[in-house]
């Protein structure tokens, strides 16, 4: 089946500093990409969905210039978190779709800013 | 306004009984509605998806209804089993000019031995 690999699982920062959270499809081309956040005991919230080659479409909220997004090639979409600070704090997890069946989650990043 | 709601309260049941897990939305029009499984610390795992034009899909202990005109999805597992303790996700694909998933608050399941 499917799979999306992400990297870091885990990651901690100092406040200001910026991090780059990586999202890879592993068997499959992704022209579309998405990028959640989770807080403890809460769902899933989109940021934003992420194409190949083109603008990364943002939700309402989410400040794009802190949440940079690049879709650089088919396979990989990465999410920097940059001058983060200790409310960036939470679970970041991707996802893809394969044909037309359902999504596939990475593992999820846990970021931590201190 | 919109919104998607799941049981407010933790489900716990005994082993060996069938768990019942509701989705209820208001002002959406998903073309298709998923439900997946989350594990603590994890990302979601996809289960099931059902269309709007069906009425019922089955996985094997798995089954999902889906009810447009009461806005509404129940999640059945048949013979539950501890290891089927998670939280459970509801979520509506929109299909909107681009694909677009909006998740549920889940339902945390505890199947009891």
């Known amino acids: 089946g499917a799979v999306v690999s992400q990297h870091p699982s885990r990651v901690i920062c100092k406040s200001g500093t910026s991090v780059k959270i990586e999202c890879r499809s592993l068997?499959?081309?992704?022209?579309?990409m998405f990028w959640y956040r989770q807080f403890p005991k809460q769902s899933l919230m989109l940021m934003a969905t992420s194409n190949e080659g083109s603008k990364a479409t943002y939700e309402q909220g989410v400040e794009k210039d802190k949440f940079l997004i690049n879709h650089a090639s088919l396979t990989l979409s990465t999410l920097t978190v940059t001058s983060a600070h200790p409310e960036d704090s939470s679970f970041y997890i991707c996802?893809?779709?394969?044909?037309?069946?359902?999504?596939?989650f990475g593992s999820g990043t846990r970021l931590t800013v201190v | 306004s919109q919104k998607i709601e799941q049981n407010s309260e933790a489900l716990n049941i005994q082993e060996g009984k069938t768990a019942t897990l509701t989705c209820n939305y208001t002002n959406y029009s998903p073309a298709y509605l998923q439900w997946y499984r989350q594990d603590p610390g994890r990302g979601p795992v996809f289960l099931l998806l059902?269309?709007?034009?069906?009425k019922e899909k089955r996985k094997e202990r798995l089954k999902v209804t889906f009810d447009t005109t009461l806005k509404q999805s129940l999640f059945h597992i048949t013979a539950s089993q501890p290891a089927d303790s998670a939280t459970y996700l509801c979520?509506?694909?929109?299909?909107?000019?681009?694909?677009?998933?909006?998740f549920g608050p889940g339902t945390s399941l505890s199947v009891i031995p």
């Open positions: 979520a509506l694909d929109l299909q909107t000019s681009y694909d677009k998933v909006i």
């Open positions: 059902i269309r709007e034009n069906e």
């Open positions: 068997d499959f081309q992704a022209t579309t």
């Open positions: 996802s893809a779709m394969e044909g037309d069946y359902g999504y596939t």
